[in-house]
């Protein structure tokens, strides 16, 4: 098997680099790419960290146990929408005009991995959060968040610009959005389908299933909670991402004001409760029924006294991870939903599955929730791939790869020739065990909304 199998790749790596117009016809391998957004390495268990006990993703895992995971994958600038603007162009942000979240829309008309697959025959969809400020271009078909979206009865935009309101849980119909498509799609060609989680971007919202996931359990702290600033960079020092000092009240750690009755709590305490604003009646009894007794017992707790400055803030760290990691769980549970419908549909042996997120998140360490700044756990973005009969199951490649290389390699998958003013660099060699062919030793990171 193993050497059928690396024939296999060999032949595969031969036609693309040196025939890219080869490759035609129903033959070519379908791309399934799943990206959430704000998903840390170190909440994936494949990846191994204090979290993998507590907090399994069996999906995602199985992507990596039957393909490859990727340790050396990052992001060339982390935050989101100039993220994804690099993930369709292989451009650095500098390059491809998005280069923060707010400001001039993305270019669609520039060479993009979806336009280059559509025109070469591929039939396109991007469903899920967008965020880009401007209406996708080089999809056949598309049904997007409004910018970051909401999680529950979320609007998604449709080709014809008009805005419907779904009832239910955005990763959920985000998958269901997909499979409608997977069902519906011309099979006569082969598709290339970016679906997109809004999740487990702040706020952190869990499906109302998963609310009571983490009853009981304590979540291990990282080593790092209690970083102090005061002798560092006055970027760092003055960031607004700390758990202590920033995490707020009611929009990130769910104590409304209305349940405070006499209570004053430390600042911040700028934001609303968006989410819980836009439930229905059951939906919000559902929410109130895991929230409030919670809420009261750390209420009473802190009025009377019995709580330090550190436990609130230990407090707040178990609240943040706890629905932070619930969130996950229905991110990886829909994950599953893809995978069965690949198997049942005898769609696995064709279809390339790339599982990632558009940069990382700290999940505490150095006292952070939040992302943005180089260091390795917003830096780093997950990337495992499934390639049946190319990618040799189970591989560790300690290649440093970044998501400038995405279109690229979906282009000579394609059998797409790639424009030289692309950055990045096919992940096809490395795919096919052929890492001899991969010089890269140094990346570029450039983040720019400070200042």
Not at 47 to 58: E, F, H, K
Not at 97 to 125: E, H, K, V
Not at 174 to 179: G, N, R, Y
Not at 307 to 324: A, G, I, P
Request: hydrophobic share 35%; glycine share 6%.
């Amino acid at each position: 098997m193993g050497s059928y199998q690396n024939l296999r790749s060999l032949i595969v790596l031969t036609l693309l680099s040196l025939f890219p117009g080869i490759v035609r016809g129903d033959k070519r391998p379908n791309i399934l790419f799943i990206f959430s957004d704000d998903h840390a390495v170190n909440a994936i268990s494949a990846y191994g960290s204090r979290l993998q006990d507590v907090a399994p993703t069996p999906h995602i895992d199985r992507i990596a146990r039957e393909g490859a995971i990727f340790r050396n994958s990052f992001c060339a600038n982390s935050i989101c929408g100039p993220s994804r603007a690099t993930v369709l162009t292989g451009l650095h942000s500098h390059k491809n005009g998005r280069m923060r979240n707010g400001g001039t829309p993305f270019d669609g008309s520039q060479w993009t991995c979806a336009n280059a697959l559509q025109r070469a025959g591929y039939q396109t969809a991007v469903i899920g959060k967008w965020h880009l400020r401007s209406n996708p271009v080089g999809f056949d078909y598309w049904e997007v968040l409004p910018g970051q979206g909401s999680y529950y009865n979320p609007v998604f935009i449709h080709m014809d610009d008009s805005r419907k309101q779904d009832t239910g849980y955005a990763t959920d119909l985000t998958t269901d959005k997909a499979l409608t498509w997977l069902d519906q799609r011309d099979k006569a060609k082969p598709f290339f389908l970016m679906c997109q989680h809004k999740a487990p971007h702040r706020t952190f919202a869990p499906a109302l299933r998963h609310l009571d996931d983490f009853d009981g359990i304590v979540i291990p702290e990282p080593d790092t909670l209690f970083d102090e600033y005061q002798n560092r960079s006055t970027t760092l020092a003055t960031n607004e991402m700390e758990i202590d000092r920033h995490f707020d009240w009611a929009y990130d750690a769910k104590v409304r004001k209305d349940e405070r009755g006499d209570v004053v709590l430390p600042k911040p305490d700028r934001y609303g409760t968006p989410e819980y604003n836009r439930m229905n009646d059951q939906q919000k009894a559902a929410w109130d029924a895991h929230f409030s007794p919670l809420n009261q017992k750390f209420l009473k707790d802190f009025q009377d006294g019995k709580l330090s400055h550190e436990d609130v803030v230990r407090w707040k760290y178990q609240r943040y991870m706890k629905n932070y990691l619930a969130t996950v769980r229905a991110v990886d549970e829909n994950v599953g939903r893809m995978l069965q419908y690949l198997d049942q549909h005898d769609l696995a042996e064709n279809t390339i599955v790339i599982y990632s997120s558009d940069q990382g998140f700290y999940l505490g360490e150095h006292g952070w929730y939040d992302k943005r700044w180089m260091f390795e756990e917003s830096f780093k973005m997950p990337f495992v791939i499934r390639w049946p009969g190319v990618v040799r199951p189970g591989s560790e490649p300690d290649t440093l790869i970044q998501n400038i290389d995405y279109a690229p390699t979906f282009a000579q998958v394609a059998g797409v020739e790639v424009p030289a003013s692309v950055q990045g660099k096919s992940l096809v060699p490395v795919l096919t065990g052929n890492v001899d062919q991969w010089d890269r030793d140094s990346l570029y990171y450039a983040y720019y909304e400070i200042g």
